[in-house]
């Protein structure tokens, strides 16, 4: 049996050519391929999942609301798609999207968001942004009704899905070990259903707005995907401006250079030239580096506004490991008591399920940050030392002049390895090695300048302007 790292995985991939098979003519591993890898390490290696709060019926109204507005009409030059995940403006106190709001406000431009964690953060501040709620509930409702009374179209998508990758789910049991097929089928089967509505709801927006470019914010959310296949329908060039950075691991940004690109962007643009050799995503998908503009806008305000406190440490959290990353937290704050005030930032899909999941947090003395308030910025300019795993906010805190200290836990020696062996960033495994690190001043201060390509929002407006 193998384990199952990336290597292996795409080398799996690559064997059985499986982001060029199509169920109905759609490459549905590509677009289920996050998952199938996740499934195969929960079932093998092991792997922490959060879990998402039900709907509250204010939630479930708010939806309601947004998915019967009209579509919108106006022709735009570029369409920008992104989640509802917003962080508060310290100065104008709106929900911004840190990725795009500034950029689309250079061009005559719309920007269409589907809810993050049911909602979409109000006030937003703009005046070209289209919830696009209706893809939810349209995508919900057949997927649940044709579970419920297994509808013949379901039957259908099943039987389809058997005969294109029957014989690869009993391969992948041979390979890895863990029979995982019922699971793959039915999320094949669901992610079909939710393919072809949001792609013919899509398209009705492109119908309308007919933009010469769509920018995307995670290429491999649902609606993106269908844009981008969209896009190399209709001629319309497509590209993602990534969300964080990528990590050696990280699978949606690892592929085989051969596979097939059709459900992905034309482009793809990062952060930072640390990253050129460690995105991989199929040779027709061009990089480009362009940096991050937010983080120039805001880095120097937050660091006037909050200035740094030697004895504060901020852990960063992340959903997968936070349940180690906050023991460690935890056992910390209970070592040094009142000698250095410890935060510990939350991920925003912790926020629901954290005081369950990490309760040995809760009677410490840590300040829990579980809510968008404050961008993460403020707690990095507060803080002197950075605790984390794999995670973009670490590369964050290294442009605020953090010191960083990396966990030892799951794949971060692997992912983090530019920092760990090219600027020694020490490793450890508990709470006494963080100790001796900060007791003798074995903190290591990396070059907050190395990071980020600069001049980023003439970057991207420069890309932009050149399909425009």
Not at 105 to 111: G, M, R, Y
Not at 165 to 188: H, P, Q, R, W
């Amino acid at each position: 049996m193998q384990a199952p790292s990336i290597e292996n995985f795409l080398a799996f991939e690559r064997k059985y050519n499986c982001n060029n098979i199509k169920v109905n003519g759609i490459p549905v591993w590509t677009l289920y391929r996050y998952e199938i890898h996740n499934t195969i390490k929960k079932y093998t290696v092991g792997r922490e999942e959060g879990t998402q709060t039900p709907f509250s019926k204010k939630e479930l109204l708010n939806m309601a609301m947004n998915a019967l507005k009209p579509l919108p009409h106006k022709k735009v030059d570029v369409l920008f798609v992104a989640d509802g995940r917003r962080n508060r403006n310290i100065e104008t106190g709106v929900y911004e999207n840190i990725f795009f709001d500034e950029v689309s406000k250079q061009f005559n431009s719309l920007l269409v968001e589907h809810p993050d964690n049911h909602t979409h953060l109000q006030p937003n501040g703009m005046n070209n942004v289209f919830f696009t709620d209706r893809v939810a509930f349209k995508t919900n409702i057949a997927v649940k009704l044709a579970n419920r009374f297994n509808t013949k179209k379901k039957q259908q998508y099943t039987d389809a899905v058997k005969n294109s990758y029957g014989n690869i789910f009993v391969e992948i049991e041979k390979t890895f070990g863990t029979d995982i097929a019922d699971e793959l089928i039915d999320g094949f089967v669901e992610r079909i259903f939710y393919y072809e509505i949001t792609k013919k709801y899509c398209s009705q927006i492109l119908d309308r707005v007919q933009p010469k470019l769509i920018m995307e914010l995670c290429y491999y959310s649902m609606e993106s995907f269908a844009y981008s296949a969209l896009g190399k329908e209709r001629g319309i060039p497509t590209a993602e401006y990534a969300h964080g950075f990528a990590f050696p691991t990280l699978t949606p940004m690892q592929f085989n250079p051969e596979d097939n690109s059709e459900v992905l962007p034309d482009h793809e643009l990062i952060y930072s030239r640390t990253q050129e050799e460690i995105v991989h995503l199929p040779s027709k998908v061009k990089m480009h580096t362009v940096g991050f503009p937010f983080f120039e806008r805001e880095r120097e305000k937050y660091k006037s506004k909050y200035p740094k406190e030697e004895k504060t440490i901020c852990f960063i959290s992340t959903e997968r490991e936070g349940i180690y990353i906050s023991k460690i937290a935890a056992d910390l704050a209970e070592k040094v008591g009142d000698e250095y005030r410890i935060i510990y930032k939350l991920h925003p899909k912790e926020f629901g399920f954290y005081k369950e999941r990490y309760p040995w947090l809760l009677d410490k003395k840590v300040d829990i940050i579980d809510t968008l308030d404050n961008h993460i910025f403020r707690y990095l300019a507060e803080s002197n030392v950075t605790v984390s795993t794999v995670s973009a906010s670490v590369w964050e805190s290294i442009g605020f002049g953090c010191g960083t200290i990396l966990l030892d836990i799951g794949e971060t020696a692997r992912n983090m390895a530019y920092l760990i062996e090219g600027y020694n960033v020490p490793i450890v495994e508990n709470a006494e090695q963080i100790i001796d690190i900060l007791d003798n001043d074995k903190v290591v201060y990396v070059d907050p300048e190395s990071i980020f390509e600069p001049n980023a929002m003439d970057n991207i407006c420069n890309f932009i302007k050149d399909f425009i």
